[in-house]
């Protein structure tokens, strides 16, 4: 804890003004906060560049909850492109933070989000830049104590190296919680140690230095490869949820960016988990329960968002935005309230069943983009083991929709390698496209039909720990060739094109997903032999991996390929989601005999463990109905959502699912449809 | 006066301290969230893709800062100029902060055209010895073309060098001022950060420039 932090910026100046897009580094955004009173500093890190990190949910969010905690303050921090890295490093000047400019090194604690696999090298980026010890066991009692969570943090192994404690799970409490717990621990003198220790005892935190490897026998026989090295460290760290997300307001500060970011629009998250249940899918488990936020709640956050930062683009994000049980009344009330203003109101995440007419009118106000749709698997077959519950006869009438409606674009995404795959498979993708694409054909008035595209998004199938497909194995690269070129010379039609990404990044983030400890040191390794920004192809150095694998002796097709027995005990097992690992073991037999497994959101509990395990259920606003009549409006048909059947009561379970509980009618039903007046001058705009 | 069904607000507003790193299509982005926090009644242009009716003055390259940069808003409705600075200054960032706004006619020049002349003052950190020495000829770069540009052309007047007062804008690094007139021509212009990288000394070393800001605007 220091007094006060240095500002770099007079050095830092004249390399901001000499690099790329100087306002990456500039901060003084509007809605950048600043906290010089606080006596505890935490920097929170998106390990890649500022347009894609300034953006991250998770930031924003956890920058947030920090910053509202008395003595706390939480800045931003993001990686440098590689032209101001290499600046930093030629300077002697180490890598900063946004609102302070002061070295990372300076803060008590670093948080980094590992939003996907490929953000690894970056990390050992930003300790080295920061003059951080990369190893957690090398650090001395004064380097920052370093954190981390995200989906990555399911399987935290190959960076336990370089972490002194996860969060699993949602951190909005979590983090500050821990945070006010370390600052307690450090006025009191407490030592590195004591404090990790303590650490390890709060629910949902995994200090991997408190374990001991198992070996493999003793692995598969206890449940876990790692074993409690002290008495008070628990064998299972159990991810921690947010318990207040529903009834959370979906507004909450944001920085509005000068630099051109990737998602440069308002978001409010309207939801929070799917349990759709994709087998391939881990952001399904991970996030369990379902969370829906109240419609009001919705509308008012999305009123009071715009006028606050000046936006004129709202995303309802969530995995699954058109599943909300009342999606269509949101977006005719926001339609009705910024009509005639300018203002778009997208849907990042598009369900094929649940995107019919009513639907397509509903987003229909708007430019038209590309639309996008994830049948993920081209053939009944594979999406039955997938379980991927949508069929042909979704994908075309979700087309007819939109192209009726208006849209021109379609991009279809797909895997290819998922388990059980054939080559007729892989042809039922190019088949599907062409059949959709003369669907839309149909649907477009002659004159516009030259200007229909559909275009195909293979991507490899990348087995995710904490996933009923984490026991497959990749297909290897050369393989993942050959389906893709197989797909390519499938499609006849030349307004459909085929796009896949280069495998081999593909098999580095299997690794990752699934590595152990040992692949820690490899992580280590490739970085030191130069590999950084992984995720850019331009950056993705290849040699540099297969070069760190030889070198610790890490057999890493073995990783990313072999195949278990369902119940094999994998290296992730000490962390859970909630979702026991016997439910994924069923589930993935069920996949092998391509049996589906339905929605519990939408019917019975399908005895996950997440809800009696996190003691937790799915809050919805309202009764979700069969598949698509989310998207009827009120007044339609669908009959009236049981919220608002005028029988309020606070988490009413549902007859069907006793894990479902209904919003109160007082947080539904909003009908306010003003614009809000910030500095009284009515309404925002109008066409002239 | 102006035409009473027509509110074409012109707002004068400064780009400096960090934010003169902001390109002009960042400074006309962050301009637009600006207005539409302030809750202003701004209009949109009908069209496939609506947008806000404003338009910005003559762009200033990355680095150079203004004191008296100028942006055009079209209204629907009346709203009291003071009013709407008033609401503008709430919502907009220290560094990038309106000063004035009044009423333009609506057949008034574009702030993009009606002030080709720019007047720069230019903050060095060391005192060209000799005094300073300007050329005759600029080679820029231009869509990958090289070109030469003549200053006599652009450059209205001399450089006029003055000692700075201590602490000037609050940097003692800052020891002398170089005040200077750009015109900009239809065909092109010189920018003011070019001409002071190639000015030097009289014994040949380029300037030492901390900052350069355009301080005024005329037709
Ligand atoms: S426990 Fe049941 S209701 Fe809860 S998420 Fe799992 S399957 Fe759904």
Known sequence: MREHLTNLWPQVAPLVAAADRPSRYIDHEFGAVRKPDADFRFCMVYPDTYELGQPNQALRILVNAVNARPHLAAERGFIPAPDMCDALRREGLPIFSMESCAPFGEFDVIGFTLAHELVATNVLEALDLAGIPLRATDRAEDDPIIVAGGPCAYNPEPFYLFIDAFSIGEGEEAVPDALELIRQLRLQGASRADILRALAAQDGWYVPSLYRLRDEAAAQQAGSWLEPAQPGVPDTVVKRIYEGFATSPGWEPCVVPYAEVVHDRLSVEVLRGCARGCRFCQAGMMYRPVRERSVRNIVESVKAGLAHTGYDEVSLTSLSSTDHSRIAQVLEQLNCAFAGTGTRISLPSQRLDSFGVDMAGLVAGQKKGGLTFAPEAGTQRLRNVINKNVTEDDLFAAIDAAFAAGWRRCKLYFMIGLPTETDEDVKGIASLAQRAYDRAKKAVPPEQRGNIRMSVSAALFVPKAQTPFQWDGQIPPEEARRRAHLLRDSVKYKAVDVHWHDPATSFVEAVMSRGGRLAAEWVETAWKRGARFDAWTEHFNEQAWRDAADEVGLDVEAVAQTSYEPGYVMPWAHISTGASARWLAKERYRAAEEITTPDCTFGACSACGACPGLESGNVLAALRVAAGSNAVGDGVSAGPPEACDGAASNARPSRRNPYISLLAIEDDCAQENAVPEPHGFGEGGGPQ | ?219
């Open chain 2, 1 to 219: 006066m102006t035409d009473p069904a027509n509110f074409r607000l012109r707002v004068t507003f400064c780009k400096q301290g960090r934010l003169c790193m902001l390109s002009h299509l960042e400074i006309a982005r962050a301009l637009e969230r600006a207005v539409r926090r302030a809750g202003l009644p701004y209009a949109i242009s009908q069209g496939f893709s609506p947008h806000m009716k404003i338009a910005f003055g003559a762009a200033l390259p990355v680095g150079v800062g203004g004191t008296c940069e100028l942006f055009d808003l079209q209204l629907t409705r009346y709203v009291a100029p003071q009013k709407a600075l008033a609401a503008l200054q709430a919502a907009s960032v220290a560094d990038l902060m309106p000063s004035a706004a009044r009423y333009i006619e609506h057949t008034a020049p574009a702030a993009s055209v009606a002030f080709p002349k720019s007047t720069y003052l230019a903050r060095l950190s060391a005192l060209p010895e000799g005094g300073v020495v300007v050329p005759e000829t600029v080679t820029v770069v231009r869509k990958k073309k090289e070109k030469t540009l003549a200053v006599g052309e652009y450059l209205l007047g001399e450089l006029e060098l003055a000692l700075a007062a201590d602490g000037d804008a609050g940097d003692a690094s800052v020891v002398a001022q170089l005040r200077f007139k750009l015109e900009s021509k239809p065909t092109g212009s010189l920018r003011p950060d070019v001409l002071l990288a190639n000015c030097t000394d009289g014994a040949g070393n380029t300037l030492q420039a901390a900052t350069i800001t355009r301080v005024a605007q005329e037709a």
